[in-house]
Nanobody
């Protein structure tokens, strides 16, 4: 059974940094081609939006325009951890952050949530001005 657990959320001031981690169990990143993991966020009253995605087999990464140059997604060598490094945080980054995987569905839908089958419970990020 696939399980994702996020950690690292906190309250910080604008301009600060946070590192979020997502630990996966029940599968490995190399389980099949086109396996990916995405970070999404949802602010109160807003739709859940894709923030960053990493394709495990190629290492390709994609980011939402709103976080380009500030956020970095990476995967550990252990094949079960993905990190989202967030720098230069802004109040508009305040949200619940979720990681998700498309496994075992074939194909990755990038920053679109429709293709993701397993989600973590989320970790809160609050950025104050």
């Amino acid at each position: 059974q696939v399980q994702l657990v996020e950690s690292g959320g906190d309250s910080v001031q604008a301009g600060g940094s946070l590192s979020l981690s997502c630990t996966a169990s029940g599968y490995t990143f190399s389980s099949f081609a086109n396996n990916c993991m995405g970070w999404f966020r949802q602010a109160p009253g807003k739709e859940r939006e894709g923030v960053a995605v990493i394709y495990h087999s190629t290492g390709s990464r994609y980011y939402a325009d709103s976080v380009k140059g500030r956020f970095t997604i990476s995967q550990g060598n252990d094949e079960n951890t993905v990190t989202l490094q967030m720098n230069s945080l802004k109040p508009e980054d305040t949200a619940m952050y979720y990681c998700a995987t498309n496994y075992p569905r074939p194909g990755c839908t990038g920053l679109s949530r429709r293709g993701y089958s397993s989600w973590g419970q989320g970790t809160p990020v609050n950025v104050s001005s």
